[in-house]
Nanobody, 127 residues
């Protein structure tokens, strides 16, 4: 397993941008696919995006496609989520997660497919 710590959350107006970061510890970080999930108050945790261990493959939820970009830097043991054109409905706690291997969108979008989780960072988008 890897240990994950998210940062970069905050309060932003609708239409603005934020960049979330997830710092990972562990020598095997580069072998994990890394995902971002979010959970809004009163709602279930939902998939946002995932990136393969090479960074060559990505999946996005339809709700964020074209607005969010996931990336990673294996040399820094970090994964990022660039969020642009933010909407009030993007308000949630955002979690970084790690899973072994790459798979279909169906499996990579399931939170029970992930082995390690960060503590989350709050993103609030005001209208």
């Amino acid at each position: 397993q890897v240990q994950l710590v998210e940062s970069g959350g905050g309060l932003v107006q609708a239409g603005g941008s934020l960049r979330l970061s997830c710092a990972a510890s562990g020598r095997t970080f580069s072998t994990y696919a890394m995902g971002w999930f979010r959970q809004a108050p009163g709602k279930e945790r939902e998939f946002v995006a995932v990136i393969s261990w090479t960074g060559g493959s990505t999946y996005y939820a339809d709700s964020v496609k074209g607005r969010f970009t996931i990336s990673r830097d294996n040399g820094k043991n970090a994964v990022y989520l660039q969020m642009d054109s933010l909407k009030p409905e993007d308000t949630a706690v955002y979690y970084c997660a790690a899973r072994r291997g790459w798979s279909s969108y169906y499996r990579c979008s399931r939170d029970d497919e992930y082995d390690s989780w960060g503590q989350g960072t709050q993103v609030t988008v005001s209208s």
